[in-house]
């Protein structure tokens, strides 16, 4: 069974940086997709960003575009989620998610992603 758990939370003004970690276990996935979205009170989940394994490529809502960035070294190495210029709209509960099925094209939807993480909450403030 796949486990993801999220770090790297936290507390920080507006303006600035946090830096997410994803680290898997539990799997055998050599190519997967894995993507970060996050949700706040009241509001639907939101897709952040994702990265295919197998093309490398990477995906980035609209609204972080810019600001965030999804990396990761290798398949056996956690993904990470760089978020510069925080803004007060950013603050939520940030889950990554595994999607395992890499033959397909990398998606925005929660719905393509099987396994996720916890979350980590990220605060900003104003």
């Known amino acids: 069974q796949v486990q993801l758990v999220e770090s790297g939370g936290g507390l920080v003004q507006a303006g600035g940086s946090l830096r997410l970690s994803c680290t898997a276990s539990?799997?055998?996935?050599?190519?997967?997709?894995m993507g970060w979205f996050r949700q706040s009170s009241g509001k639907d989940r939101e897709f952040v960003a994702g990265?295919?394994?197998?093309?490398?490529?990477?995906r980035y809502g609209d609204s972080v575009k810019g600001r965030f960035t999804i990396s990761r070294d290798n398949a056996k190495s956690p993904v990470y989620l760089q978020m510069n210029s925080l803004k007060p709209e950013d603050a939520g509960v940030y889950y990554c998610?595994?999607?395992?099925?890499?033959?397909?094209?990398?998606?925005?939807?929660?719905?393509?992603?099987?396994?996720w993480g916890q979350g980590t909450q990220v605060t900003v403030s104003s």
């Open positions: 998610a595994l999607d395992k099925h890499a033959w397909r094209e990398l998606s925005e939807s929660g719905d393509a992603y099987e396994y």
């Open positions: 539990g799997g055998t996935f050599s190519v997967h997709h």
């Open positions: 990265i295919s394994w197998n093309t490398g490529s990477t």
